[in-house]
């Protein structure tokens, strides 16, 4: 949900400042102030080179910081106390600006090399007193403390960015890592090389060290290649593993692919993939890795017979308008850092094996603020917008935006920590209509990385254009309009996907493309690509279907006909013992109905939209940029579910499997009544329990559908209630929430009936979740939270209950959470319990 108009008109724009921490763009696309002064006082000029000046340009990293980088706390507040002279750590060997902990030990690394050319883990370090050090030569001291570094030299833009696929048959374990790197500062004779190495025989023993405290930047640990690590990581490292490999150990390595080259005013820079396979032991597994035998990073890859641990969230940004330190508390270098902070802390105890993204992965909004598109943006008539000239010099422009905006923010702070850790899960469903709109992520986790819905097992949902697909049909025609679409979807597919269609191609047979989870849809309407949906494997009786809500997308459709029937294909496919299936879509499918407001905002007789026009009221906000439509409409129907729009299809026939189960619908019902009730007999047929996973709204809950109870029906048991399926609702793990008269009037439409679907035997409801808020005081809604969260994801083994843990943060900026228990109960009918 992002509109500038519920936040900007609040404050001047002289008002309010951004910390932007050192990774960040010179100019912060989240500032209100930046995008307000620059276009009021410094109109786009050109250099003397005759170029413009972008808004947001990036940097090649420093080696250190690839990865993810420590957290420095920004020094709000006094000075730390001074530590006591008998504790024996010099303060020039203290990490600056931040104080040690007390009862911490001091250690430091051993030499960066053993005998074998392996950087040995921070848990692996040697120990050493200061007294020891002083005594040491100055060479000793210099090989003690020495980092890493990469050989041939790589200078990187971004990553490594991890992306999990599937498991196969085999029980080979399927994933990718991809990173981007300046040719100009970089050496490719020979390619790039990852190497990774573990051992299947040694189990994975984890030590719980997350003390419940405010998880301040120390708690997540030290950068790898931090030489001071030791100061403050004996709270975190972990039991496993061992510094001295087994005669069990595997390793492998795999040479870069060039995937893409991107050509900017800043030179060339080039997208490198390497694919990852892992044959799964019979317990889980931590795999290091380290690209040009530099920094070793690590990840873990669940046991053969075991269900992967997931961490999901949406919305990993700020709507324009919203000023970022209002959502950090001390300590923090940003408000992006807190609830991602309390994720990897508890990552850290028991490491997740993806990362599931559900919408808004990115916001896309300063792009309208770029120099070359600024004549377009601020042309005063709607319809001329529609046929503004599309010139070479806006194209680079929006693949310049684009590609420096994925950089900045995959790498920063602790986002850029979860995304090298972590493998992820992914999903196609870029907006390229929020400005720019979300794509579903599944990314799975790694050492730190991220690597499960968009990589993790999701549709990464970019903020592009809010809604792309839904505007009127010669709007979505007009040249720049959807070349901003068209663009967002192809960054999406190579930054979140590690796809690009004209090297991989479009066919998704066994063994045709690289990425074995695969589902090619249909040709889009308005993006030169098909849609690009996944299927992946979590455990023996586990699967999560990220559906790509956003390339055929039109006004009366979210997905064709074909993609639902290879989708359904593939669904009928999964292996017989398969028990919880979780879909993951970018916004609510079950949600309270706001059908009302809609229609009311949609009308041409919406006197705020007459208000927003003329900018009376502080509601010129209110309207879009694009044709002055009401632009808090997108997000309030992804508030009421965009599937309860009554998208009315044509008449048509599916073929939803190897049963030839047939299906008509009719002109009355809407497109998302139809999915669930095919969802309702799949889940019947193969006895399997369907959840859904979104996010995009900023506030938390569970919807649920479930069989109609009536005077003469009983009400059936969830466990054997095929209609049963949850809808978990987790946003945001870093904007704001919705004003509080949203969340009032969305608690209130819970509680209401909600007959839409009565026809077909489905009761629509929520589920009484919140009976206390995180800090332990009332609840002010037992259906809607409206604090930061991120849902943590296991099945139990002991009911095969899939449970669903939504942490909520308990005081804003401080990013400790509490957390809420929602179960999608493993499925225990027969075919003759339900036989309608």
Request: glycine share 8%; net charge neutral.
């Amino acid at each position: 949900m992002d509109n500038a108009g519920w936040h900007a008109h609040r404050r001047d724009a002289d008002s309010v400042s951004f910390a932007c921490n050192l990774s960040r763009p010179r100019t912060c696309p989240c500032s209100p102030d930046a995008s307000k002064q620059a276009d009021a006082r410094y109109p786009p000029a050109r250099g003397p080179d005759g170029r413009y000046q972008p808004v947001e340009q990036v940097f090649p990293l420093e080696e250190n910081f690839v990865g993810g980088f420590r957290p420095v706390a920004p020094s709000p507040g006094p000075p730390p106390v001074p530590e006591k002279d008998d504790m024996g750590i010099p303060h020039s060997l203290r990490p600056q600006g931040k104080r040690i902990p007390s009862g911490y030990s001091y250690q430091t690394q051993s030499p960066v090399r053993d005998n074998e050319g392996r950087q040995p883990s921070a848990a692996s370090v040697a120990s050493y007193s200061t007294s020891q050090l002083a005594q040491m030569s100055a060479v000793e001291r210099s090989q003690n403390l020495k980092v890493a570094r990469m050989n041939p030299p790589l200078q990187f833009m971004c990553g490594p960015l991890l992306r999990y696929d599937t498991v196969d048959k085999e029980g080979v374990w399927n994933g990718a890592a991809l990173i981007v790197t300046a040719d100009a500062g970089s050496t490719y004779d020979p390619h790039p090389m990852l190497s990774y190495h573990w051992d299947p025989e040694r189990p994975v023993l984890f030590k719980k060290t997350h003390s419940g405290g405010n998880p301040k930047s120390f708690d997540l640990g030290p950068h790898p290649a931090d030489p001071m690590a030791a100061l403050y990581s004996n709270n975190f490292s972990q039991t496993n593993g061992s510094p001295n490999p087994s005669t069990a150990t595997e390793k492998r390595e795999v040479p870069g692919q060039e995937i893409w080259v991107y050509a900017g005013n800043g030179g060339t820079f080039t997208f490198w993939r390497f694919i990852i396979q892992i044959p799964l032991s019979r317990h889980e597994m931590k795999i290091r890795y380290t690209v040009n035998n530099g920094q070793e990073l690590e990840f873990f890859v669940p046991g053969r017979g075991q269900t992967m641990r997931l961490a999901a969230y949406s919305c990993n940004g700020f709507s324009a308008g919203v000023n970022a330190d209002d959502f950090r508390s001390p300590g923090f270098a940003s408000g992006y850092d807190p609830v991602w902070c309390d994720l990897l802390a508890k990552h850290a105890e028991q490491p997740y094996h993806a990362l599931v993204g559900g919408g808004d992965q990115l916001y896309c909004d300063g792009l309208t603020r770029e120099p070359e598109l600024q004549e377009w943006v601020n042309h005063p008539n709607p319809e001329q917008k529609k046929t503004f000239a599309l010139t070479q010099e806006i194209l680079s422009a929006i693949d310049r935006f684009y590609f420096n905006h994925y950089c900045s923010i995959f790498r920063s702070g602790a986002f850029s920590r979860a995304n090298s850790s972590m493998y992820v899960f992914t999903s196609s469903l870029t907006n390229v209509g929020r400005l720019l709109t979300p794509v579903y992520v599944f990314q799975t986790i790694t050492t730190w990385s991220v690597f499960l819905s968009d990589t993790v097992l999701g549709n990464a949902d970019t903020s592009q254009i809010d809604g792309f697909g839904s505007y009127p049909d010669d709007l979505q025609k007009a040249p720049i309009f959807r070349t901003i679409g068209s663009r967002g979807y192809f960054f999406f597919l190579l930054f979140q996907c590690f796809i690009n269609d004209e090297l991989d191609g479009i066919a998704d047979s066994p063994g045709a493309h690289a990425s074995k989870s695969l589902v090619i849809g249909a040709q889009g309407p308005y993006v030169p690509f098909p849609s690009h949906s996944f299927l992946s494997y979590l455990g023996p009786t586990s699967w999560m279907l990220m559906l790509d809500c956003r390339a055929e997308r039109k006004l009366d459709q979210v997905c064709s006909p074909d993609e639902y029937r290879r989708v359904f294909q593939r669904l009928h496919d999964l292996p017989s013992i398969t028990e919880h299936l979780i879909i993951q879509l970018g916004i609510p499918i079950a949600y309270p109905r706001m059908v009302f407001l809609e229609t009311m905002l949609g009308s041409k007789l919406n006197p705020l939209v007459h208000l927003g026009r003329a900018g009376s009221m502080g509601l010129k906000g209110f309207v879009n940029k694009f044709n002055a439509d009401a632009e808090l409409l997108d997000d309030l129907v992804s508030h009421a579910s965009e599937y309860l729009r009554e998208i009315v299809l044509t008449s048509f026939r599916m073929i939803t499997g190897r049963q030839n189960i047939i299906s008509d619908i009719s002109v009355e019902q809407s497109e998302r009544n139809w999915f669930i009730e095919q969802l309702q007999l799949f889940a019947q047929h193969r006895r399997l329990r369907v959840t859904f996973l979104s996010g995009d709204v900023h506030c938390c809950s569970v919807g649920v559908l479930k069989t109609l109870t009536t005077k003469k029906a009983r009400d059936v048991p969830a466990s054997v209630d095929h209609r049963y399926m949850i809808n978990i609702v987790t946003s945001a793990i870093v904007n704001t929430p919705p004003p509080g008269g949203v969340l009032k009037m969305v608690s209130t439409l819970a509680t209401k009936t909600h007959r839409t679907m009565h026809y077909a035997e489905t009761d629509e409801t929520m589920m009484p979740i919140f009976d206390k808020e995180p800090d332990g005081g009332a609840a002010k809604s037992k259906y809607i939270m409206g604090r930061r969260n991120w849902c943590s994801i296991a099945l139990d083994l002991s009911s095969g209950d899939m449970i669903f843990d939504i942490r909520v943060e308990k005081q804003k900026g401080y990013g400790e959470t509490a957390g809420y228990i929602a179960r999608a109960p493993a499925p225990r009918w027969t075919p003759q319990t339900n036989a309608s």
